[in-house]
């Protein structure tokens, strides 16, 4: 499965000691046969404050933030997942494009 890594954590081991979401990380991944995903890598000690703490629409759920994005990962994350959806779902497009070439 082919991934990208989007944003670049940089604190120590001693810096993130705290629970801050700060060294979550943001990652795309996709497959050629048809999914693409995006994924979030955390601390367990994220984790284990998103569930004691939940943020969600209801107590049974939670959000885990990324750090907050530069500019440059923004149009990183666009341009990743434009290649992942490309990669990911171009036959269906081969594929649709044939058929109306056929009517």
Sequence with gaps: MPKKQINYPTLSEEEH???T?????LVVGWNAT??????????IAYANFA??????KTDQ?????????????IDDMIRTLR????KAYNHDRQ?????????
């Design 17 to 19: 000691a705290t629970v």
């Design 21 to 25: 979401g700060e060294n979550t990380t």
């Design 34 to 43: 048809g999914w693409v995903q995006v994924g979030l890598e955390v601390d």
């Design 51 to 56: 569930v004691t703490f939940p943020n969600g």
């Design 61 to 73: 759920r939670t959000i885990l933030y990324t750090p907050v994005l530069s500019p440059a990962e």
């Design 83 to 86: 290649k992942a959806k490309r």
């Design 95 to 103: 594929q649709t494009e044939a058929s109306n070439s056929m009517l």
